[in-house]
C-alpha cells in the first residue's frame, strides 16, 4: 500500500512533537490494533481501553524504537504484552464472566446501537458482519490466552512465527505446539464452515 | 498407525504455504492421509485460514489520539502570572485615577485626580524653557571661548611664522648684496692692482730712459768737455 509518509518519517516528527504526524501514525495503525484488542477481548469496550493503552506504551517507547525491524512488528509486540497483561489482570478480576462472549452491538433491549460508527451502515448488511465477526469470536474463545494470542498473530496478523517468537519471547517450537493443540481443540467446531 | 505428529506440528505451516522440499511433502502427505488427528489438524488449518478472512474489520470509535500522548505543558510558576496581572492593575489604576507625579526640588509629589492647574503646568514650563535658555547660553558661551582661544592661537602662531619668515628674507638679501659688494671690491682691487702695475711698469721705464739720457748726455757732455755738469737721480 502505497504510503505518503513512512513510519519512520512519522515517528521522527512525532519524536520532533508534532502532533500531526503522532495523530497520523495512529490513524494508520488503530484499526488495526483496535481489531486485534477487539478479537483478543471479546468487548468493543475492553477493546477500547487495551487499544488506548498500547498506543500510550507506544508513545512513551517511541524515543526506544530505533528503526529495528518493521515499526508494525514493533508496536504490536506490545501490544501482545498488553493484551497479556490485560488477560491476566481481567482473569484475576471475579466482576469478569470468564468464557461469555458479549455482543456489545446489542446492547439496551435490543435496540442497534454502533460505537464503531459515526456514518450510516445498512442495518442488514451491518448483521450479517456482526453475526460472522461474532462467530469468530465464539470460536477464539474456546481458546486460552496463549493459544488464542498465536492463533490470533498467526492467521490474522500473518506474522511468521519468528516474528510472533521475536513480539511474544517464546520459542517457535512452542509456537507451534501451541498452535497444533489450539487447532485440536477446534475440531468440535468443525461445522464452523458449514455454518458461515 | 504410528504416526509422528511432531513433524506435521513442524511443518504443516510450510506444508500449506507450499515451501517443503518434496521428500517431506510426500511424507506429509501419507501422514495426512493415515492419521485421523494429523488430517484433522490440516483441516482445521485451512478452515481456520478461511475464518481469519471473513472477520469484517471494525471502524475504530472516535477517541483521543492525543490525550494522553502529548507532553504536558511545562507549568509555568504563579508569581509571573500573578506578577503580570497585578503590575496591569496596577497601570489601568493609575490612569483611572489620573495619578501624577512631579519631581521638584523639594521632592516627589503624587497626587491624583489632575491636581496640576494650568498655571502649575505654565510655570513648570517656563522654568522649563529658562533652564534650558540657561543651559544654551552656557553652552554658547563655552563654545564661543574655545574658538576665540583657538583663533588667537593661529594668529600666534601665524605672526611668528610671518617673522621668522621675513627675517629669514633679509638676512638672505643682506647676504646677497655683501656678495655682490665683496665681488665688485675684489674687482676693483683687481683693476687698481693692474693700474699700478701698469704705471709702475711705465715709471720703470720711463726711469730707465731717463737714465739712458742721462748717460748719452754725460757721455756726450764728458767727451767734449769733460762735464762737470753731474745727472740728478730720480
Known amino acids: ?196 | 498407525m504410528h504416526c509422528n505428529h511432531q513433524l506435521v506440528i513442524e511443518h504443516i505451516d510450510s506444508y500449506i504455504e507450499g515451501n517443503l522440499s518434496p521428500e517431506v511433502k510426500r511424507e506429509i502427505d501419507h501422514m495426512l492421509d493415515n492419521c485421523k488427528e494429523c488430517h484433522s489438524t490440516h483441516q482445521q488449518y485451512l478452515e481456520m485460514h478461511q475464518l481469519s478472512h471473513q472477520w469484517q474489520e471494525q471502524d475504530t470509535p472516535d477517541w483521543h489520539r492525543v490525550k494522553y500522548a502529548v507532553r504536558p505543558p511545562v507549568k509555568q510558576s504563579n508569581w509571573l502570572n500573578w506578577g503580570a496581572m497585578a503590575t496591569s492593575t496596577m497601570a489601568i489604576l493609575m490612569v483611572v485615577f489620573q495619578l501624577e507625579i512631579v519631581s521638584a526640588d523639594r521632592g516627589l509629589t503624587i497626587s491624583f485626580g489632575g491636581s496640576q492647574t494650568e498655571e502649575k503646568i505654565a510655570n513648570l514650563v517656563d522654568s522649563q524653557l529658562a533652564s534650558y535658555k540657561q543651559a544654551l547660553d552656557v553652552s554658547f558661551e563655552s563654545k564661543l571661548n574655545v574658538a576665540l582661544e583657538r583663533q588667537d592661537n593661529l594668529s600666534k602662531i601665524r605672526h611668528a611664522n610671518w617673522i621668522e619668515k621675513n627675517r629669514s628674507e633679509r638676512q638672505q638679501d643682506i647676504k646677497f648684496v655683501m656678495t655682490g659688494w665683496q665681488s665688485q671690491r675684489y674687482e676693483d682691487q683687481k683693476q687698481v692692482d693692474q693700474q699700478l702695475s701698469y704705471i709702475a711698469d711705465n715709471q720703470i721705464e720711463n726711469n730707465q730712459a731717463i737714465n739712458q739720457l742721462f748717460q748719452s748726455v754725460s757721455n756726450g757732455r764728458g767727451r767734449k768737455a769733460n762735464s762737470s755738469l753731474r745727472p740728478n737721480k730720480l
Not at chain 1, 70 to 92: C, E, H, P, V, Y
Open chain 1, 1 to 196: 500500500m502505497f504510503q505518503i509518509n513512512k513510519d519512520e518519517t512519522l515517528i521522527d516528527k512525532a519524536l520532533g512533537g508534532s502532533e500531526r504526524s503522532w495523530v497520523g501514525l495512529v490513524k494508520r495503525y488503530e484499526g488495526l490494533v483496535y481489531n486485534y484488542c477487539l478479537r483478543m477481548t471479546f468487548n468493543s469496550s475492553d477493546a477500547m481501553d487495551l487499544m488506548q493503552e498500547v498506543f500510550l506504551a507506544v508513545y512513551r517507547n517511541l524515543p526506544s524504537y530505533r528503526g529495528q525491524g518493521q515499526f508494525k512488528g514493533w508496536m504490536m509486540r506490545i501490544a501482545a504484552n498488553k493484551t497479556t497483561d490485560f488477560l491476566r489482570s481481567r482473569g484475576r478480576n471475579p466482576l469478569h464472566r470468564a468464557g461469555e462472549v458479549t455482543d456489545d452491538s446489542f446492547d439496551n433491549d435490543g435496540l442497534f446501537q454502533s460505537r464503531a460508527s459515526s456514518h450510516t451502515i445498512d442495518p442488514a448488511s451491518h448483521l450479517a458482519q456482526t453475526n460472522k465477526n461474532q462467530q469468530i469470536k465464539e470460536v477464539l474463545n474456546k481458546l486460552s490466552d496463549d493459544h488464542k494470542q498465536v492463533v490470533e498473530l498467526k492467521f490474522f496478523q500473518h506474522f511468521t512465527f519468528e516474528e510472533i517468537s521475536q513480539q511474544t519471547g517464546v520459542s517457535v517450537n512452542t509456537l507451534k505446539t501451541r498452535l497444533y493443540t489450539a487447532l485440536n481443540k477446534l475440531k468440535g467446531f468443525s461445522e464452523i464452515q458449514n455454518a458461515l
